[in-house]
């Protein structure tokens, strides 16, 4: 974990990462500025990263992964006697951790602006919950499939029929 965490923190998906999550944060938090002036009002930023985040994450996900795919980092990896579980999950606590970072320091920035950190807790753990229930499927699907096309073509379907599954059936509606 900690060579994961070490390649991770000086490649280029660091910088990418924090600022494609603060960049998430950023455009939920300015589409609520007309409508809430005063206050804190963070729902706009959950939502840009539940609706938007279907279809950025799986590919910053599966360009991580596949990434070693491509350079046969695997081979690498199997002579420091990870398995493929130990792998799936190294990289995928790396992207949950810094993707969690850049989240952290834009709820903090929105917070310290207004003056009220009552939101602050909560906030948090729905962005948690979130990205950790999408990095978790599609580094899954990444690792499954091995390609970046093939991985970003099934995890863009599954998020078109559950879409769709989720407008067409009566009792999914609040989804």
Do not use: W
């Amino acid at each position: 974990m900690l060579v994961e965490l070490r390649r991770f923190s000086h490649g280029v998906y660091l910088p990418i990462t924090v600022a494609l999550s603060m960049g998430l944060f950023a455009l939920g938090y300015v589409m609520q500025i007309p409508a809430y002036p005063d206050g804190v009002d963070l729902d706009g930023t959950y939502v840009v990263l539940t609706q938007l985040g279907v279809f950025i994450l799986p590919a910053l996900a599966a360009s991580y992964v596949c990434l070693d795919f491509s350079e046969k980092s695997i081979l690498f990896y199997r002579d420091l006697g990870m398995g493929s579980v130990r792998y799936f999950v190294a990289k995928d606590l790396c992207l949950i951790l810094f993707f969690t970072l850049g989240a952290t320091i834009g709820l903090s920035v929105t917070c310290l602006h207004f003056g009220d950190f009552r939101p602050f807790l909560s906030m948090l753990l729905h962005f948690v919950a979130v990205i950790v229930t999408y990095f978790s499927f599609y580094t899954m699907l990444a690792c499954i499939l091995g390609t970046f096309i093939r991985s970003y073509f099934v995890s863009f379907i599954y998020s078109l029929v559950a879409l769709y599954v989720a407008l067409s059936n009566e009792s999914l509606r609040f989804l």
